[in-house]
């Protein structure tokens, strides 16, 4: 198994480089103005367009986000659990040496130290990396698992990605020529 990282794919997309949500504002406003709306679908998450990312020293939208895992295993563990979420999700599958560029952080994201959407990031939840020493998450953080089992016992609308670790990249990221992966696939 190589060392990937994976974004799940726009539905509307410009080029062939991924670029961080601040970015899109002068490049394309008709996307930022799209994608940022999800930060107004609930009242605390209109902090993160504010939120500081520590090491980084940037905001958190100056950053692109990625998974560590391969998406298949969070589909896996969310139908196990009786909840039937999109089963046509795309991501890109993305060598990690696309990111050599870049200054890259991973985000623990740890329960026991996240506070929400409103409140600042622990320093001690940021780790730069040299991607070089980048190994890829094989499975689910338990907190992740029970996150999903209480919001469908509640029956919740929830996120798809609590607890799991972020590789955060501050700068673009290439993805021409990279594989499109469905997250319903192994």
């Not at 190589?2 to 794919?9: A, K, L, P, T």
């Not at 902090?47 to 298949?72: G, T």
């Not at 560029?101 to 329960?111: G, Q």
Request: negative net charge.
């Amino acid at each position: 198994m190589g060392n990937f990282i994976y974004h799940m794919v726009p539905q509307e997309m410009i080029g062939n480089m991924l670029i961080p949500l601040n970015s899109l504002k002068q490049a394309y406003p008709h996307l930022y103005e799209k994608y940022s709306m999800k930060y107004y679908n609930h009242p605390e998450r209109a902090n993160l367009l504010k939120r500081q990312v520590p090491k980084l020293n940037c905001l958190w939208n100056d950053v692109l986000h990625f998974l560590p895992i391969h998406p298949y295993s969070i589909y896996e563990t969310i139908t196990s659990l009786g909840i039937e979420p999109k089963a046509n999700l795309q991501f890109y599958k993305i060598p990690i040496q696309n990111l050599k560029f870049n200054y890259n952080a991973m985000y623990l994201y740890s329960k026991e130290n996240y506070r929400g959407p409103s409140e600042e990031i622990n320093q001690d939840e940021i780790r730069i990396i040299d991607i070089d020493d980048y190994k890829e998450i094989t499975e689910l953080p338990l907190a992740t698992i029970e996150y999903y089992r209480t919001e469908k016992e509640q029956g919740s609308d929830f996120g798809l990605f609590p607890f799991i670790p972020h590789l955060l990249s501050h700068g673009e990221v290439a993805i021409q020529g990279v594989e499109i992966i469905q997250w319903n696939k192994p």
